[in-house]
């Protein structure tokens, strides 16, 4: 029993030492952020009067340029379908005249199924606002129709037993 | 006797190429399933259709003849790992063969002006020359990451490392290419 009553104790101060370092790793992370994040008004002022800051961001930002450059540049249509042809030429004769060979050679780049869903996920999002505003709305409503209700009924009954009495009361509202 | 003897072998042969059809279909499964982003991050890497064609059909050369006709453990790990190496020695021997013809024939057409410095050609091709010359760990990264848009966490199972460290080696990556672009800057 003792030996259980240690254990409990012994979880409890560890839960309760994991959340301590939790919060500190938390407060730790924030108090970083906010000094050195490059957001930060004096990493700001550095970077636009430092020349070997500015250099390096000009290179940095030159390699995303040149990245974001060599994703968007386009390819034909049909080169997926090229490649496959061009690929499937080199297999053995078996797997060049399987039925998947021929899907393979005229296939065709196919959006992924986010992206297809992607143009709808506005008027999606939109709906489900709606039906949630509606739901809302009609459940809102509903109950405190209900409460004022109730609340009506209470307060007609206290009135008509404080000026007719009791019973009478009860009768009226029992009818 | 003889007869059957043949008849005996020639429905062995069959058989035993029929089971190695059956077992080999995986190759075409596989390119139909990997086969779009295969050829997105080839064109990314070399940027050029023939160049890409080429490097596809080597990737799946090598995917018929893998450890005796054996299908590997993690295809996508493996084809996206043999695709990149080929690209990457395309590049390299494209490079080299520029730089080649280059210093056999310098014209004035060739020397960079500061107006095309942000030409969108020759920075594409400069990246892409930087790449190549990547350490392997990084360039590695770098490319599934950045070409061929694979999350960290894909990456880190195809080159068998955590997500974290193949952030850390794209941050690297990304450093060391921009004091190249930087000094390629500085040389002109």
């Not at chain 1, 390096?56 to 994703?71: D, Q």
């Not at chain 2, 190496?85 to 060739?110: C, D, F, P, Q, Y």
């Not at chain 2, 107006?115 to 091709?125: S, V």
Request: with cysteine.
């Amino acid at each position: 029993m003792s030996i259980n009553k240690n254990k409990g104790t012994t979880l409890k101060s560890q839960n309760g030492s994991s959340n301590k370092c939790r919060r500190i790793r938390a407060w730790l992370h924030k108090a970083v952020i906010s000094r050195f994040h490059i957001d930060a008004e004096w990493v700001q002022n550095h970077i636009a009067n430092c020349p070997r800051c500015n250099r390096r961001f000009v290179n940095v930002a030159k390699v995303n340029l040149a990245l974001s450059a060599i994703k968007s540049q386009p390819h034909k249509l049909d080169l997926l379908m090229r490649a496959n042809t061009q690929a499937i030429g080199v297999l053995k004769h078996g797997l060049r005249e399987a039925p998947k060979a021929e899907k393979l050679r005229a296939m065709l780049p196919e959006p992924k199924p986010l992206e297809k869903c992607g143009k709808y996920a506005h008027s999606t999002a939109n709906v489900a606002a709606c039906i949630a505003i509606l739901l809302l709305m009609k459940i809102g409503i509903f109950s405190s129709m209900d409460t004022f209700q109730t609340q009506g009924q209470k307060a007609v009954e206290q009135y008509y037993a404080s000026q007719l009495g009791e019973d009478l009361a009860d009768e009226v509202f029992s009818a | 006797m003889f007869g059957k003897a043949v008849n005996y072998e020639l429905i062995w042969d069959f058989t035993v190429s029929a089971a190695v059809d059956e077992s080999q279909q995986w190759i075409l499964s596989a390119m139909q399933r990997h086969g779009q982003g295969l050829v997105t991050i080839l064109w990314r890497i070399l940027g050029n259709e023939q160049d890409v064609c080429d490097a596809y059909q080597n990737t799946f050369l090598q995917l018929a003849h893998y450890k005796g006709r054996q299908k590997p453990e993690h295809m996508k790990a493996y084809i996206f790992r043999v695709a990149s190496n080929t690209a990457v020695s395309m590049l390299k021997h494209r490079a080299a063969e520029k730089k080649r013809l280059s210093t056999a024939i310098v014209t004035r057409e060739g020397a960079i002006s500061p107006e095309n410095e942000l030409d969108c050609k020759y920075l594409q091709e400069t990246l892409r020359c930087h790449i190549a010359q990547l350490p392997e760990y990084l360039r590695n990264v770098v490319m599934l990451r950045d070409l061929g848009e694979l999350s960290y966490a894909q990456v880190g199972r195809i080159l068998d490392i955590s997500a974290a460290t193949a952030r850390v080696y794209r941050c690297k990556a990304i450093q060391l290419l921009a004091v190249w672009m930087g000094k390629e800057r500085e040389e002109r």
